[in-house]
C-alpha cells in the first residue's frame, strides 16, 4: 500500500514557475514509476509526465515538453515536478500517481492518487 500527499500548488503569473511534490508513505515506494496527471472541471484526467522507478526513464505530454520536469528522490520518497514558462492552459488539479511501469498514460494503469493540488495561472 501506498499513501500519496502532494504539496506546492497554488496561484502564479503566465510565465512563472512552481515546483510540485508528492511524498509518498511505505517502504516500496522506490519500486513503483510515479506520474503526475492533472485534470480540470468536465474535462477527463490528462498524462503529464512520468517516470521509472530509477528515475532513468521520463515520459513527458507534447503539451509540457521544454516546459516540466519530472524527477524523484528515492531517499525522502518524494516525486517532483517542476514547472516552467506556466501558461493559462496549465490551470488544473494536479495529481501524484504510482503504479509498475512509467509508460503508462492512462490513469486506470496507476494504482495509487494522491488527493490533488490545485494549480492555477493567471493571464
Known amino acids: 500500500q501506498v499513501q500519496l500527499v502532494e504539496s506546492g500548488g497554488g496561484l502564479v503569473q503566465a510565465g512563472g514557475s512552481l515546483r510540485l511534490s508528492c511524498v509518498a508513505s511505505?517502504?516500496?515506494?522506490?519500486?513503483?514509476?510515479m506520474a503526475w496527471f492533472r485534470q480540470v472541471p468536465g474535462k477527463e484526467r490528462e498524462f503529464v509526465a512520468a517516470?521509472?522507478?530509477?528515475?532513468?526513464?521520463?515520459s513527458l505530454s507534447d503539451s509540457v515538453k521544454g516546459r516540466f520536469t519530472i524527477s524523484r528522490d528515492n531517499a525522502k520518497n518524494t516525486v517532483y515536478l517542476q514547472m516552467n514558462s506556466l501558461k493559462p492552459e496549465d490551470t488544473a488539479v494536479y495529481y501524484c500517481?504510482?503504479?509498475?511501469?512509467?509508460?503508462?498514460?492512462?490513469?486506470?494503469?496507476?494504482?495509487?492518487w494522491g488527493q490533488g493540488t490545485q494549480v492555477t495561472v493567471s493571464s
Open positions: 517516470l521509472s522507478w530509477s528515475g532513468r526513464s521520463t
Open positions: 511505505g517502504r516500496t515506494f522506490s519500486s513503483y514509476a
Open positions: 500517481a504510482a503504479g509498475a511501469s512509467y509508460s503508462g498514460r492512462k490513469d486506470d494503469e496507476y494504482d495509487y
